[in-house]
């Protein structure tokens, strides 16, 4: 159980934390993986101090533990990601265009956008009718198409994405986040840095992994 969980730690925090955060969840993330760091080190030693240091099996899972701090981190789980989605991510930014749509979320998070409209509750909407409910007037009176706006929304969560915005050259893509330590892509041919402001959300970049041809995945706070 102590290998295991000292396994857990170093692939989740060192080679697959994207998928890692996907599948758990902003902050709760954090909380789970100090909580499991926590308990496997203790474990860890306890296996020490029963067999008394004689057995170089025991020293496994603290040895695990050790590589997880001093191993840098390696964005494996990033570039695999990016590989798995890059034409679907394009295919958003295509049809966007060709759709005039320059911001929308999946439609399944409290806040809710198509372009400026907005609309806030806990319904998670799941197909054109309850689109059309919610943004029906908003899109008619703006000549959108709902069949396009459905589409990209099945994009969007096809490619783990809750939002998408654009404008001119940039294209950001948000995975997720805690109010404004949010993460997820850029497409654009500017240059970026760490410490730049993301572009047009203007939170701050803490971590910017350059990814191919414009493509970089963000991290800001």
Known sequence: MSIILSLFVLFS?????????????????????????TLS????????????????????????LTC????PTV???????????KNDLGEIISLGRESNIYHLSDLRRYIKNVNEYQVSNSIKLSNINE????????????????ASINELRQLL???DIISFQTKDDIN???????????YGYIKTQQPLNE???????????????????????????
């Open 131 to 146: 689109i059309e409910f919610y943004f029906g007037s908003y899109i008619r009176e703006s000549g959108l198409n709902i």
């Open 195 to 221: 410490g730049n402001p993301v572009p047009i959300l203007g939170f701050v970049i803490i971590n910017l992994i350059e990814l191919d041809d414009g493509w970089y995945f963000f991290y800001s706070t």
């Open 75 to 85: 964005p494996v789980g990033h570039h695999i990601h990016f590989f798995l989605n």
């Open 172 to 182: 950001i893509f948000i995975v997720d986040g805690f109010i404004d330590n949010e």
């Open 68 to 71: 997880s701090l001093i191993i």
């Open 13 to 37: 925090s060192n080679f697959f934390y994207l998928q890692y955060s996907i599948i758990v969840g902003p902050f709760i993330d954090i909380l789970l993986l100090s909580f499991v760091g």
């Open 157 to 159: 969560i096809s490619t």
């Open 41 to 64: 080190f203790v474990l860890a030693i306890i296996i020490l101090l029963v067999t008394r240091f004689r057995d170089l099996k025991s020293y496994i899972p603290i040895t695990i």
